[in-house]
């Protein structure tokens, strides 16, 4: 407001008003949305290359927005992360995700991603107890995706927390791994249930050495720390011979499935058995 008679800042001020209103709307859209129900949980296939079945699913976060159409988590869930909007929304997600698994079959199990803000609010435990309870799921099919960047900041509480968390009985997958940094001092300090192999490594099998290399180092480490490995992301057959020949246990992706809505999830059970 200081620019007498400057166009060009008037100009960036009022685009960077634009911006701020639309988030802020977004963000107001948000609340309303989870206030009215009108989130929803799409479920993805995690297949056991051994065991040539479907064991869990995870949940991804879909929303419909009246006017704009489907909003991709990509744009949603960082927003959500910087308002703090995560903590109920993730809380919703949490409850809806153990309902619908415990309709499904015992052998079948689900994975729910936490935020990093989420991870950090001390609520997230007595949120994991409230929604096993509430839904009757056994704490062992609930599986807690988490990412790297929690150990930013204290990793002694980070680890405490994940201790509590385990001691719950649910299991805890370390996401994206590869894309963060120094991972290996995190699996140092704390020994995941499974590794999930970000997809930037398997959209190169096949065509990249390094790629499969960075596979194979990763199938030995696991292994070797009595972690299971998943890899996300696998769109066509070479990826999933190429993980399979290399000691990866499970495969995530489009060949298997797209993320799918709820009513769905029965007939890929009956569908997809082997490979
Ligand atoms: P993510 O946890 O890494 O989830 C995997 C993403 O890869 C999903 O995107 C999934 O639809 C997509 N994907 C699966 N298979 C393939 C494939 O074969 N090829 C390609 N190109 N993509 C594949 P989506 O559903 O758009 O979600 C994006 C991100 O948003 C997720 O990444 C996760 O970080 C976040 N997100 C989604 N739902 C939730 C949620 O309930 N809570 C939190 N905190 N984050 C969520
Ligand atoms: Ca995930
Ligand atoms: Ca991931
Ligand atoms: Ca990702």
Redesign the pocket.
Known sequence: AKADGKGAYHFFEAALDEAASRRRQLELDMRETLRTGGFE??F?PLFSLAQQRIKGF?????WNHPVRGPV???EF?PLA?ETGM?VP??EW?LMEACHQAASWPQAVSVA????PR?FASPALGQAVVRALAASGLPPARLEL?I?ESIFIGNVERTVAMLHSLRALGVRVAL??FGTGYSSLSYLRSFPFDKL?I??SFVRDLGRDASAQAIVRAIATLAGALGMETLA????IQTHADVLRAEGCDMI????IS??VPADAVPGLLGEVTAL
């Open positions: 949980l799409h993805q995870e949940a991804l976060m879909r991709s988590p990509a869930i992360e995560i929304l993730g997600a729910v991603n936490i935020s989420q995706e990412t996401d994206d999930k970000d997809q996300e992301g696998v769109e995530q992706g489009y060949l797209r993320p």
